[in-house]
């Protein structure tokens, strides 16, 4: 079984940047691809973005693709999201999960309890 711990959110005023965490333990996360994904109150939970088992694939929502990047820790036990010129729309809890490259909630078997991230304008 595979635990996920997210870390790293906050308040931040709109344009600021904020780095997620998402520590594994339990089983190793390094033969699954990544996902970070967000939910706003009253919202269903939405993609944002996506890196494979190796690294070498990535993919972003549309919202966020070039200003959020994904990456996974050189001890593959964990993963990051970097979080540039933040807009007051991304105020949500920011969810990991573990499973297959996809976009779709569906494709990830574990998850973390998530973190909340404020974006005041």
């Known amino acids: 079984q595979v635990q996920l711990v997210e870390s790293g959110g906050g308040l931040v005023q709109a344009g600021g940047s904020l780095r997620l965490s998402c520590a594994a333990s339990?089983?190793?996360?390094?033969?699954?691809?990544m996902g970070w994904f967000r939910q706003a109150p009253g919202k269903e939970r939405e993609y944002v973005a996506t890196?494979?088992?190796?690294?070498?694939?990535?993919d972003y929502a549309d919202s966020v693709r070039g200003r959020f990047t994904i990456s996974r820790g050189s001890a593959k036990n964990t993963v990051y999201l970097q979080m540039n010129s933040l807009k007051p729309e991304g105020t949500a809890g920011y969810y990991c999960?573990?499973?297959?490259?996809?976009?779709?909630?569906?494709?990830?078997?574990?998850w973390g309890q998530g973190t909340q991230v404020t974006v005041s304008s």
């Open positions: 890196i494979s088992y190796s690294g070498g694939r990535t």
């Open positions: 339990g089983r190793t996360i390094s033969t699954y691809a």
């Open positions: 999960a573990a499973g297959n490259y996809g976009m779709g909630l569906r494709e990830y078997y574990h």
